[in-house]
């Protein structure tokens, strides 16, 4: 498995931005898929999007469609997720998420995921 580590989240108006970030170690970053969750007390962890490990393909939820964009840099073992135009009810624990996969694979469900972050918080005042 990789290890994962984010970073970049914080407290921020509705309609700013952010930039969240997760560096991988311990494998080969290159080859894994990666994906962005979040989650908030009380409810399932919800799906953001997705990035195969080349880069090539992207996939979003509809709720962040437009507005998020996921990156990777595996010359630097990093995933980004741009977030603009926050609104309130983006504030959840962002979660970066990892697993082997085929070169043209995304996924969009978190079973599927085997290696995590520890998540970082992302708090949207209205």
């Known amino acids: 498995q990789v290890q994962l580590l984010e970073s970049g989240g914080g407290l921020v108006q509705a309609g700013g931005s952010l930039r969240l970030s997760c560096a991988a170690s311990?494998?080969?970053?290159?080859?894994?898929?990666m994906g962005w969750f979040r989650q908030v007390p009380g409810k399932e962890r919800e799906f953001v999007a997705a990035?195969?490990?080349?880069?090539?393909?992207?996939y979003y939820a509809d709720s962040v469609k437009g507005r998020f964009t996921i990156s990777r840099v595996n010359a630097e073992d990093t995933v980004y997720l741009q977030m603009n135009n926050l609104k309130p009810e983006d504030t959840a624990v962002y979660y970066c998420?990892?697993?082997?996969?085929?070169?043209?694979?995304?996924?969009?469900?978190?079973?599927?995921?085997?290696?995590w972050g520890q998540g970082t918080q992302v708090t949207v005042s209205s």
């Open positions: 990035i195969t490990w080349t880069g090539d393909n992207t």
């Open positions: 998420a990892a697993r082997p996969a085929p070169r043209d694979s995304y996924f969009t469900s978190a079973p599927l995921y085997n290696s």
């Open positions: 311990g494998r080969t970053f290159g080859s894994y898929a």
